[in-house]
């Protein structure tokens, strides 16, 4: 089954609206509608919301993974996180309890972030799709230029030049 079937019909089957989604999933209402439609698909991390908030994880196989290449659970964990959870594992209680509220702190900044370049995505895509579409009032029109008044410059009337006449001793 397609991304897009398979979104719209575990949607549908939790009765969830399309703008209910979009807010469990911290995305616009938009971005559920061309997921559904095919004609975008979620990033990774918007692909990871979107599995929370439908409960179910996406098969971006789409059923369609060759024989023999089914990846087990073993395969699909990185070695660097299970060092890392077993690091966690050593620390003492306390030291715990503040990595997980330093966790959760972290969460909750990374979504707001996300949220943020969502919104900014969302306003530039709509500033785009409405450079696009034609206005509906037309611009008014210009006056047209003022004349310019042809001046033409006028010459001081000349005086005629009268002969030097040599002086007599």
Known sequence: MKIKDQIRSRREKLGMSALELANRSEVSETAVRWWESGRSSPSRRKAKLLE?????QLDWTEGAAPAGSAATAASSIDP????????????PHDAKQLMSQLS???EGEVASRRKAQDEAHDLRAQIAADAMQPSQDPAPALPPPAPIAASKPRLAAAKPIKPIKPKRP
Do not use: H, K, P
């Not at 660097?80 to 620390?91: A, G, K, N």
């Open 52 to 56: 929370v908030a439908l409960s179910f």
């Open 80 to 91: 660097t996180d299970v060092e890392l959870l077993l690091s966690i594992c050593r620390l």
């Open 104 to 106: 959760r702190f972290l």
